[in-house]
DNA sequence: ATAAATTGTTGCATATTTATGACAGTTCGG
DNA sequence: CCGAACTGTCATAAATATGCAACAATTTAT
């Protein structure tokens, strides 16, 4: 995988597919949500990399979304695109005061639209894709592209290297197969769930220096758990 | 390649074409940037040699991006040429303060544009082209274009020098095919990508005195790394 | 306690990815 | 114009990774 994943709030299903089009012509992973609730959801699940937030919606609006997902620490740092129809320019300032990291007014270009995301992305976490990750003892390195325990190199094949590195991004908190699935294999791979057992299995077992296997935690009836403390 | 990378900030694409042809002609590798924002990513990605940067642009001034480049270590170094436009040039002196090596009042002919960019090149790093590189009994010498290893020559073709030189200056980091295709064989060049395999292979075989190959390691599924650590 | 679910392990055939050797076209200096 | 040095491609061999199915072990529900 390594794309990113995207998620886009709107409450016109015709928008959003158009968007959901764009994005994926450009190696992006989709989420949606039609309203504020389902969108908050996801983000808590599925903690995308950026938010593609429509300003005018029924019910909590867009801005009121936003608003509450930079009060919260966990979700503060995704970055948020607001989507705002012509017109409605004055909300701009609204909306960067909300902590939106951009905005969009419609109609916009595909193009246009996909770069003013990149260099979101680019700006809000310039590190995150090349920074190591580091967790008692174990860390990722991303840029060398390799797994130490303690100092010692770990050796891996690239599926449980992408597996660790999902998880490490993604720490406490179960993830179903499909979940997994869709994430470390990416979108449309058609895959048995009981594979990712094994791949677990094959990480588990390159991590089995100073109990670091124990990091990998089987969520019994749920799926896997990536966390630092005791299972 | 040998030749240097060129970014170019400018939100006009027909100058940024203009440039680009410039450029080419003079055998430079040319990225492209058509605000700030883009060009703080493609900086991070790809390190330039150099960066011509339109004064005025819309968003995040060419000013205040070379503010924030000089202000961050990493890329504090990289020279920067200013292109301002006639009458602009009360700017030359806040330019020039701000950290901009070199300054360009538009129109200019694209000799005086290359004249003045190597110039800079020239003043910008007058060692890092010149000054041996050593590890681990392994010395490369840009100045007399010379590998030795151990004090004893060694021979090799001229890609797996370049190829060699650009992993001795940016170890410990894994490259795919076609980012060692890009940096190396230089940008626009149709090549497989199974001929970097061939040429790791050539210098891996030139390499071969006490051990020394095994500093290009493979990193399957991605591409290569040149290390010191063990792979 | 027993059956049903769910997860852990392992071996293996298959699919992918790399390494290598050979070859033909080019370039460059005599 | 010739020969040596280089390059890029291929075909083939070798090395690894992957997915799956079968069976064992564990946990949960009845």
Redesign the interface.
Known sequence: MTSRTILIVDDESAIRDMLRIALEMAEYRCLEASNAQDAHGLIIDEKPDLILLDWMMPGTSGIELARRLKRDEVTANIPIIMLTAKGEEDNKIQGLEVGADDYITKPFSPRELV??L???L??AD?QSSSQPIKVQGLCLDP???RVTINER?VDM??TE?RLLQFFLTHQERAYTRSQLLDHVWGGNVYVEERTVDVHIRRLRKALTVDQHENLVQTVRGTGYRFSTKAG
Do not use: N
Request: no cysteine.
């Open positions: 770069a003013r990149k260099a979101v680019r700006r310039p840029a060398s592209h190199e094949g690239p290297f």
